[in-house]
């Protein structure tokens, strides 16, 4: 019983070491922008395996780019395909997250998630795509933590810079150059909307090779989000 208790309380310590760490991290980006997110490092791994990071010609594509240098279209656009009430709610969306839960009981090969702004990006910075409730229950953490920590709009220009936007392309910056050859503040409603519609699955709609798994008609919500713009 002895061990067990030493052992229990080792765990627990660095549980709270591992919550700490996670925290002065993203308190330090109200002033600092994030260089790098887990989803990027193992993007980067899974193209370039073990290579050196700038002494050589396989990189991922990312470009940093100031809040206020993002087309509104964008910003607009994204609220309405990923999460509409992202300005309203503290991070999560209760029904989105009871729907989800009970999608899952009835398949819990294929787990979803139902997640907002802030939990995608509590994904994309700390941890893995593996899909199990462990993780969903980190990310539950690290969501709560940004939401504390950030202003809403820092949350979301944090989440511009660092999302996936197809195969080795990270954040709005790489993303509107890519696709259309153009700074992120001159994207038109048109191009801001499809860009938006990558999101759910970025490798796919950049490259059809990776569209076996996808389930996304592009079409289809494109027209629903230019429907909602233009309302």
Known sequence: MKYLRYFLTVFFLAFLALQAFFFLQILSWRWINPD?????????????????????????????????????????????????????????????????????????????????????LAKNLFLSSEKSYARKG?????????????????IFE????????????????AASQHYFALKPSQLSMEEAVSLATALPAPKCYDK??????ARVNFSARIDFILERMNK
């Open 36 to 120: 790098s997110t887990a989803f990027a490092r193992a993007e980067r791994y899974r193209l370039c395996g073990w290579s050196i990071p700038y002494l050589d010609k396989c990189e991922i594509q990312h470009e940093w780019v100031d809040f206020k240098k993002i087309s509104p279209y964008l910003k607009r656009a994204i609220t309405i395909s990923e999460d509409s009430d992202f300005y309203r709610h503290a991070g999560f969306e209760p029904q989105a997250m009871k729907d989800a839960w009970d999608r899952n009981q009835k398949n819990n090969k294929h787990l979803r998630g139902g997640s907002t702004i802030t939990q995608q």
């Open 138 to 154: 980190q990310e539950f953490l690290i969501t709560v933590m940004l939401e504390v920590a950030l202003p809403k709009e820092r």
């Open 208 to 213: 059809v090779k990776y569209c076996s798994k």
């Open 158 to 173: 944090i989440y511009l810079n660092s999302v996936e936007w197809g195969e080795g392309i990270f954040g709005v910056g």
